[in-house]
């Protein structure tokens, strides 16, 4: 069973500039949540897309956003970067059926803001 | 605001010994807990979760959660040198969001 892929696997960006991150769920899977992860804040949620909706959302500036799509793949895009926008992102995937224990995550897309 | 605190660490145990990791959270109707493991460079997986007072068990790992003292612990027993990682401890927030702590770093020596 494949697990939770996320693309790319590293960027490199300049402030100001746009990045969009990929993720596709675990089959089956359609609540993905992402997570930003810096070695000052620790992992902090950003949002959850289920069915396509946004479910839930983080603490984050609006430059953060998202999307989900039909096969429950998602999207987050950040838009004029900062250079504390530097972080790890983690897609994470879960079922949601049957009760919520635990999320599977990606691999991870660790952004660099120069 | 829920918050999950864990000592950063490092906790350094000899192999075979019995590694001891602890977390204390902020609200008191917090019912689900999860630990995680972090390995260098990779991402977190979920080793266990606990929702009831007590004990739970799997293999060499033992979660143990006192909701009246707001406290989860994890117990590594017979550390091993690839048990070296970042642990990190996280309480359910709203929805399916996690709050977790910023994790303990666990170093095994042989």
């Known amino acids: 069973k494949a697990g939770v892929t996320q693309t790319p696997r590293y960027l490199i960006k300049t402030r100001g500039q746009q990045v969009t991150l990929s993720c596709s769920p675990i089959?089956?899977?359609?609540?993905v949540s992402w997570y930003q992860q810096t070695p000052g804040q620790g992992l902090q949620f950003l949002f959850e897309?289920?069915?396509?909706?946004?479910?839930n959302k983080g603490n984050f500036p609006g430059r953060f956003s998202g999307r989900q799509f039909s096969n429950s793949r998602s999207e987050m895009n950040v838009s004029t970067l900062e250079l504390g926008d530097s972080a790890l992102y983690l897609c994470?995937?879960?079922?949601?059926?049957?009760?919520?224990?635990?999320?599977?995550f990606g691999s991870g897309t660790r952004l660099t803001v120069v | 605001q829920k918050e999950v605190e864990q000592n950063s660490g490092p906790l350094s145990v000899p192999e075979g010994a019995i590694a001891s990791l602890n977390c204390t959270y902020s609200d008191r109707g917090s019912q689900s807990f999860f630990w995680y493991r972090q390995y260098s460079g990779k991402s977190p997986e979920l080793i266990m979760s606990i929702y009831s007072n007590g004990d739970k068990e799997d293999g060499r790992f033992t979660a143990q959660l006192n909701k009246a003292s707001q406290y989860v612990s994890l117990l590594i027993r017979d550390s091993q040198p690839s048990d070296s990682a970042t642990y990190l401890c996280a309480t359910r927030g709203e929805g399916t969001a996690l709050i977790f702590g910023k994790g303990t770093t666990l170093s095994v020596s042989s």
């Open positions: 897309y289920f069915s396509e909706t946004q479910r």
């Open positions: 089959s089956g899977h359609r609540s």
């Open positions: 994470a995937s879960s079922s949601r059926t049957g009760g919520f224990d635990g999320y599977t």
